[in-house]
């Protein structure tokens, strides 16, 4: 059983319009394409459009998230598109279940949902699935954000503490994550939510 809260929740979005699922990637990851190389695990994939834009550059790709309906749309997308990627329903939870390692992690949004106990077991499984001296490009929402709507608020400390053991923190820079602003009642900081992108390699 997983520990990601809301379940319910991310079903619900997913039945709607998902605030994070802009049909297209997010555009910090697109201005750090280049430095994400070799083999990729796309944690907490959605509907799988970050996935598809490093297939689409020809990069081995795995995405993987918890819940069916995303995947089913990631895999449509694959195939509409005439791409190459591997899309699993997989707890991010048991990511030690995975039978290969990568050369990188991209977790887009999903570092944030998890409590703290879902925390040390998420890292603890990436710790498994990311090869020595691979990275992992981690986006989360900021304690810089305003409010308390959207996913919790991660500081930059948290993020330190969290990667302690394993890991080594290379770089955290503030980023604004793109969402969509055509869905009544959701609203965050002009120009998008605040965020870091950071970027973790494995010891």
């Known amino acids: 059983m997983s520990n990601i809260p809301d379940r ?7 039945a709607g319009q998902a605030p994070w699922d802009i049909g297209h990637p997010q555009p910090a990851l697109v201005e750090v394409a280049d430095d994400v190389v070799g083999s990729i695990l796309d944690a907490g994939c959605g509907t799988g459009e970050n996935s ?4 689409a550059r020809g990069r081995k790709v795995t995405g993987v998230d918890y819940l069916e309906e995303p995947i089913r749309r990631a895999q449509r997308k694959c195939a509409e598109r005439g791409l190459t990627a591997t899309f699993l329903v997989v707890d991010a939870l048991a990511l030690s279940d995975l039978p290969e390692q990568f050369d990188s992690v991209i977790d887009c949004g999903l570092f944030h949902c998890f409590d703290d106990e879902s925390r040390r077991r998420y890292v603890a499984g990436l710790a498994t699935v990311l090869k020595p ?36 923190i290379e770089s955290i820079e503030p980023i604004r994550f793109e969402a ?6 959701i609203a965050f900081s002009p120009g998008g939510p605040q965020a870091w992108l950071a970027v973790i390699v494995r010891k």
Do not use: M
């Open 8 to 14: 319910a929740l991310f079903k619900s979005a997913y």
């Open 52 to 55: 598809l834009f490093f297939a």
């Open 133 to 168: 001296g691979g990275r992992l490009w981690l986006l989360c929402f900021s304690d810089k954000e305003p409010g308390v709507q959207g996913p919790r608020r991660v500081s930059q400390q948290e993020l330190h503490a969290a990667f302690a053991e394993n890991f080594a």
């Open 180 to 185: 969509r602003t055509d869905i009544e009642g």
